[in-house]
């Protein structure tokens, strides 16, 4: 959740996160300063906004899964062996 504390935030805000839940907090910020760049209240803020923010949020999150999980996956796959055992997998 983005709801952390009121030092905990400037913290963030200053330094970056360094918990989940502060991580969750920098990109609640993120998402929040480019609505309001782009309209002035969340009234005037339209469904194509809205959706391009999910957009871009659902892009980065497959661009970090193909490129940091996989691989680490692949990794771990290959020093600890298999859970499939040929099972649904080919």
């Known amino acids: 959740m983005p709801y952390i504390s009121h030092v905990a935030r400037q913290t963030v805000d200053a330094h970056g996160p ?3 839940g502060e991580l969750n907090y920098a990109i609640t910020r993120l998402l929040v ?22 957009g871009a949020l659902e892009g980065a999150k497959l661009e970090f899964y193909r490129r940091i999980v996989v691989p680490f996956e692949e990794q771990k796959l290959k020093a600890n062996g298999d859970v499939y055992d040929g099972i649904l997998v080919g």
């Open 18 to 20: 360094t918990t989940p």
């Open 33 to 54: 300063k480019y609505a309001s760049y782009a309209h002035a209240s969340i009234e005037d803020i339209s469904y194509m906004t809205l959706n391009d923010m999910l």
